[in-house]
């Protein structure tokens, strides 16, 4: 019995070892018609031949557009109409409603065709350009409208950080359109792109990170620059490129603190009811006047703010011809009072003056003035007698 059940061991183990391997997916198997020449990111073009049958039911959209467009929608459609013709879609412009809508026919064949022109009528509502707008028909090109208004809440602030996404002259606009190579608008409280799928996520991201005020689009431009280089470089294709990548630090700007209100003390009693018209006229008395008593105060009153304004405006242009005061060299010899002591500038100008008199005395010394001269009578003869 024991030898028995060990061949039945041994049979199970074997018949174990030559089952197939299981894979997690339910689809999850080799197929042998695929191979590495295909490429599975390809998308083929729509061949009408896949749907003779045309469409089962009709879809419809529409959208909105605001006043200033109608007239050049007026001119445009039917160019529009025209495109969308070809692909078995009819449109129409509602203008008392002021909206746009596409629907399909029984023409129609490619089932995906109505969501393209869902996106064409929303991005000719957001003053997207039509013969821009008209290339959402491609199969490999989408679109993505991102709004912006409800990012932030000041209006002056918005404001400022959607001129920060355009740049000066649109210079940041089109740094950011050859970058991504997305087509980017910005109309009003929204931003139009189109694009590649990997575009529009990069444009999304600037747009945000701008409005949001977490990272300026000049850091987004210089971070899109350097990897549009390291693409470029086969051997760092499986690597990591954080270490390459600036990394860019907020600072910290002092903002301006908000003055917060005192708290008053609590009370559980209501604020005082302030006085209404009629409570002011019985205190001043002039609820028992009559109208024609009424009218002649008011106009009393309204007489005399009218002087005072003539006055105070009189008095204005009086003082426009008044001269302005002369200012006067004030010396550093002054008395403190401003005014001048005649007594003491005299004792002044006297003393200068004798001790000037002095100076020129001592320089005049002469030591003839001081030696007798010979007596002049004794030089001549004595007379005879």
């Known amino acids: 019995m024991e030898y028995a059940n060990r061949e039945e061991e041994l049979e199970e183990t074997k018949q174990l070892q030559q089952r197939k391997p299981k894979y997690k997916g339910k689809h999850d198997k080799p197929k042998p018609w695929d191979d590495g ?33 109608e007239k050049y929608l007026q001119q445009v459609w039917p160019d529009v109409r025209r495109v969308l013709k070809q692909y078995g879609v009819s449109c129409d412009l509602n203008l008392n409603e002021g909206s746009m809508s596409v629907s399909t026919t029984l023409k129609t064949r490619d089932p995906y065709i109505i969501m393209k022109s869902k996106d064409l009528i929303k991005l ?24 912006i208004s409800n990012l932030v809440s000041n209006k002056e602030r918005f404001i400022k950080r959607r001129q920060h996404l355009i740049g000066p002259n649109s210079s940041t606009l089109k740094a950011i359109e050859i970058l991504t190579n997305c087509y980017v608008l910005v109309q009003g409280n929204t931003v139009a792109a189109m694009g590649s799928f990997k575009g529009l996520k990069q444009v999304r991201r600037i747009v945000e990170d701008s409005i949001l005020n977490k990272k300026h689009p000049i850091y987004h431009i210089k971070t899109l620059m350097i990897r549009r280089e390291l693409e470029k470089i086969p051997d760092l294709a499986n690597e990591s490129w954080d270490r390459l990548l600036p990394k860019f630090k907020k600072k910290n700007v002092k903002q301006k603190k908000v003055k917060s209100k005192e708290k008053k003390p609590y009370t559980p009693f209501p604020p005082p009811q302030p006085p209404s018209k009629i409570d002011l006229e019985l205190e001043s008395g002039d609820y028992f006047y009559s109208e024609k008593r009424k009218s002649a105060k008011k106009w009393q009153e309204k007489q005399e703010k009218q002087a005072e304004k003539t006055a105070a405006n009189k008095r204005k242009r009086v003082e426009a011809f008044i001269p302005p005061k002369e200012h006067t060299n004030k010396h550093t010899d002054e008395p403190k009072d401003g ?22 005395s001592v320089e005049n010394l002469k030591a003839e003035n001081y030696i007798a001269a010979p007596d002049e009578r004794s030089s001549k003869k004595p007379r005879g007698k």
């Open 339 to 360: 005014h001048n002591d005649v007594a003491t500038l005299t004792q002044s100008l006297k003393e200068k003056t004798k001790k000037f008199g002095l100076k020129n």
């Open 37 to 69: 020449t295909i490429d599975h990111w390809n998308i083929e073009k729509f061949d009408p031949s896949c749907n003779e049958g045309g469409m089962l039911a009709v879809s419809t959209f529409s959208t909105l557009f605001p006043k200033y467009r």
């Open 124 to 147: 000719l509502a957001r003053s997207v350009p039509a013969p821009q707008a008209m290339k959402i028909l491609d199969d490999e090109m989408q679109c993505d409208i991102i709004p």
